[in-house]
């Protein structure tokens, strides 16, 4: 008889390895290396591949297996592999699926360090990148080269909040014949699921909403079995695996993480709302705002609007300085996800390694300011920003 389908909260939290024989019900920590065996032909079955047994947590442990199981489950993945963070997914999936020679088109706003892979070290092995607006969709036809093999994007992006018609990203990925990888992080797999829009990868920072607490890091892809497979070979060789601490922490939080983001997106949006009417602020980015120019899409394909809100504070630069500096409630730090609040200002922090030309393309203005909001009561986070914005004027 064929199981009943959970609900994603329940897959959240019921989906565990099996329990060992002391039976426990919430699943141990795998702290080993390596892994034993009853007698030679299963430890050659094991090395052969023909048995599914572990062999050392470089190549898999049982923590990293029930965290890639949830994902998968969450994505509505074939398969997956866990890294130690979130840029050791995006590295070793591209150097995995790369040769030289090869070309990938990006959506311009992308997070600095994958800008810098794409610009400074793919480049080594002759892999080049193209960027597109994402708002122009004959930009990115334009972009497309006889050796074009891979198409990334995120969405929403990082740092401005832009959205992408994944429906339409589908559909032109599959016409010419790419590779569609889609970073998730912002949205987590609870919002949107880019799998059922055609995306043939899914990427995540489990730094960030996954783990939910800023305590680990940790990454992950899943997506097409053959491709994940090709992933596997070049990770477990190269060795960017997730620990297994690192999995069982994550893992854990993944069992609220329909609940943290049903409360972050409340207080994001009560805290857009509130920027909107602010006499301080310039502009407000945030996808379930009618004033996103994608609030139309975004409502197709993502549960909320997520946790992250954009705005730009009237006086730029400076005035962005003084703001920072006068939060008192809020962190400043270089994270996000977290169950506490964040502000950031990407152009002197997550992208000042580019260029003000390059920073001025994706969409970081001097006045840029990123909220990660978090799971604090609202009325508290509005009053330190508020406090802080008229301290900048």
């Not at 016409?175 to 889609?182: A, D, E, G, P, Q």
């Not at 609940?259 to 009560?270: C, P, S």
Request: net charge negative; with cysteine.
């Amino acid at each position: 008889m064929k199981e009943d389908k959970k609900q994603f909260e329940t897959e959240a939290i019921r989906t565990q390895i099996e329990s060992t024989h002391a039976q426990e019900h919430s699943t141990p920590m795998y702290l080993t290396s390596s892994f034993t065996y009853e007698d030679a032909e299963e430890m050659r079955a094991a090395f052969a591949g023909e048995n599914d047994k572990n062999i050392y947590s470089r190549f898999s442990n049982p923590n990293l297996q029930e965290f890639v199981d949830k994902v998968c489950t969450m994505e509505k993945a074939e398969a997956g592999y866990a890294f130690a963070s979130g840029m050791a997914a995006i590295f070793s999936t591209f150097a995995a699926l790369l040769s030289s020679g090869d070309h990938i088109i990006s959506c311009r706003s992308i997070f600095g360090s994958t800008h810098t892979v794409f610009g400074k070290i793919l480049p080594k092995w002759k892999i080049d990148t193209t960027y597109v607006d994402i708002d122009n969709t004959g930009d990115w036809d334009k972009a497309i080269q006889p050796n074009t093999k891979i198409l990334y994007v995120e969405t929403p992006t990082n740092p401005a909040v832009d959205i992408i018609d994944l429906e339409w990203l589908g559909r032109f990925s599959k016409k010419h014949n790419l590779i569609l990888v889609v970073d998730n992080c912002f949205a987590t797999p609870y919002l949107q699921q880019p799998i059922q829009y055609g995306a043939d990868l899914v990427i995540h920072s489990a730094t960030k909403f996954m783990d939910g607490q800023g305590r680990v890091m940790g990454g992950v892809t899943v997506g097409k079995k053959e491709l994940i497979d090709e992933i596997y070979a070049f990770s477990r060789s190269t060795g960017p695996a997730l620990s297994a601490f690192n999995a069982w922490v994550i893992s854990k939080s993944l069992e609220t993480l329909a609940v943290r983001m049903d409360r972050h997106a409340e207080n994001a949006l009560k805290l857009a709302k509130f920027l909107e009417k602010s006499e301080f602020v310039e502009w407000v980015k945030y996808p379930f705002l009618k004033s996103h120019p994608m609030y139309e899409v975004a409502k197709k394909q993502m549960k909320s609007g997520g946790a992250v809100v954009a705005f730009g504070i009237k006086g730029g630069l400076e005035s962005g300085r003084t703001f920072l500096n006068n939060i008192k409630i809020c962190s400043l730090t270089a994270n996000l996800g977290d169950s506490r609040t964040i502000v950031t200002h990407p152009s002197s922090t997550t992208h000042a390694k580019l260029s003000e030309e390059e920073r001025i393309k994706v969409g970081i203005t001097p006045e840029l300011i990123r909220v990660s909001v978090g799971l604090e009561h609202i009325t508290d986070i509005i009053t330190d920003i508020e406090q802080a914005l008229k301290a900048a004027q």
